[in-house]
């Protein structure tokens, strides 16, 4: 008597099942993580608004507050890649959910600071425990989709960037309208108020979030099938071609070269996100004004990004528009120094941000071409946590330089040199890959672990 096979014989998904398949897979993943970003990235930047009449109270200096808003990078920077590895360990469920649930009881602990050491205690206690969140997200990304529906999924993902300004400004200064709620002064109200959702949605993650399509309840047997082979034989592809240890990841001249590119970004995207809101305010806005004027760089960088990203997808040199995009934001920041005007103004930064988030959504796509395994986790973990580092140069040079010359001229200069380094260093890089992926095999594709 011949025994009955319990493998799935069914016959293999068609390209076309295969896409609309990946594409349900988007739907079903993307917009909760997304949701998760815009409040991550909200309670990291949302010290800029409070700082409005934050700094007064806790007598802090523009240098003592670029600092201390920016050891919360150090905090990341520390203890990221530990994190993406327990993540690798724990899985995504378990693992961000930990680290939403202690984020936002730390941006909530935030709130009672007393002065320059406690505010900077509490910052970089606050990037111990969100690390390993943004390389845990790009690392999970590579658990589910191959190619360009990676690079597709991390381009929505980042517009978590924008929609927490557009959404977060307007609000941020609404709340500092309001005093003597339990007798919180405005700032501390705002500071509590937005870090609530991070532990909310770090219970949700819980019940929300599968580990990798083997565990996906909503995934019929012959889907698994075909996705995890999808995905392993991509992962086999590249760990042939570039390796896949944690050793090799960590002794890549690539993966520094990328990550100081990373850092260039961040002096300009966390340095101009954290001090914008005091930027427009010198303009001469009142605080609710502030927070809407504050959400338009962010509305034009959500479009922006969202169009870029769909031409880099369609082009096969990826290249040409990470470069240019830090090249126009460099431009936008210069031309900034020599318009007046609050219209002016606000258009040059508007254009600055809007580069720098396009810069985002085409370059992050680019580790996880030579990157899987370990490799990746490790990898994507340093690529991210030495860029964070830009997260404490950009606030503190800010600063810095803003005390020295009493205006943000000077400073947003300084930021534009440091765009160019990044956009000239990605030009001697070159394309990381070099080689395009092998073409999947014509042959029925079989079961295969889709966890790296």
């Known amino acids: 008597m011949t ?59 523009a240098t003592m507050f670029g600092w201390a808003a920016g050891l919360f990078f150090f905090g990341y920077f520390i203890f990221e890649i530990p994190s993406n590895l327990l993540m690798q360990r724990f899985g995504a469920r378990v693992w961000i959910a930990r680290i939403m649930i202690t984020w936002g009881l730390i941006s909530m602990a935030t709130a009672f ?32 989709f191959p190619g360009k529906w990676r690079a597709r999924a991390t381009a929505a993902f980042l517009l978590g960037i924008p929609v927490a300004n557009i959404l977060g400004s307007p609000f941020s200064g609404w709340l500092l309208g309001i005093h003597g709620v339990a007798g919180l002064q405005s700032w501390q109200l705002l500071l509590i108020t937005e870090a609530l959702p991070a532990v909310i949605l770090g219970i949700a993650c819980l019940f929300v979030l599968v580990d990798s ?34 050793r090799g990841a960590l002794t890549d001249k690539r993966v520094f070269v990328l990550a100081f590119i990373n850092f260039c970004c961040i002096v300009g995207s966390v340095g101009i996100g954290i001090w914008l809101p005091q930027i427009v305010k010198g303009l001469g806005m009142e605080n609710a004004t502030v927070g809407f ?34 090249c126009l934001a ?13 219209f002016l103004k606000v258009t040059c930064l508007s254009v600055a941000v809007a580069s720098i988030l396009s810069f985002q959504a085409t370059f992050w796509a680019i580790p996880s071409t030579f990157l899987t395994g370990r490799a990746a986790a490790g990898g994507l973990a340093l690529i991210v946590s030495i860029g964070n580092l830009g997260g404490f140069a950009g606030p503190s040079m800010i600063g810095f330089i803003k005390d020295l010359s009493q205006n943000f001229t000077g400073p947003l200069f300084a930021v534009a040199g440091v765009l160019i380094l990044g956009a000239l260093t990605m030009l001697m890089l070159g394309d990381p890959a070099r080689r395009e992926p092998q073409p999947l095999p014509s042959r029925p594709l079989k079961a295969a672990s889709a966890q790296p």
């Open 213 to 246: 399509p083997d565990k996906a309840k909503w995934l019929t047997p012959r889907e698994k099938q075909w996705l995890g082979a999808r995905l392993a034989h991509e992962q086999s592809d590249i760990a042939s071609r570039h390796g896949s240890t944690l």
């Open 293 to 326: 004027v504050t959400a338009i760089p962010y509305l034009v960088g959500a479009c922006a990004m969202t169009l870029w990203a769909k031409l880099a997808n369609r082009s096969k040199q990826r290249m040409p528009y990470v470069i240019s995009a830090l």
């Open 330 to 342: 460099a431009l936008a920041l210069v031309v900034s120094g020599f318009v007046s005007g609050p």
């Open 113 to 144: 600071a007393t002065g320059p050491v406690s505010f900077g205690i509490a910052r970089f206690l606050l990037g111990v425990a969100e690390a390993g969140f943004t390389p845990g997200v790009y690392l999970y990304f590579t658990m589910w």
């Open 3 to 61: 025994l009955q096979s319990n493998q799935d014989t069914s016959p293999a998904l068609t390209d076309a099942e295969g896409e609309l398949l990946l594409k349900r897979v988007l739907r079903r993943i993307v917009p909760f993580i997304f949701l998760c970003y815009v409040i991550s990235y909200l309670d990291r930047t949302n010290v800029g608004f409070a700082a409005i009449t934050m700094n007064k109270e806790l007598g802090l200096t």
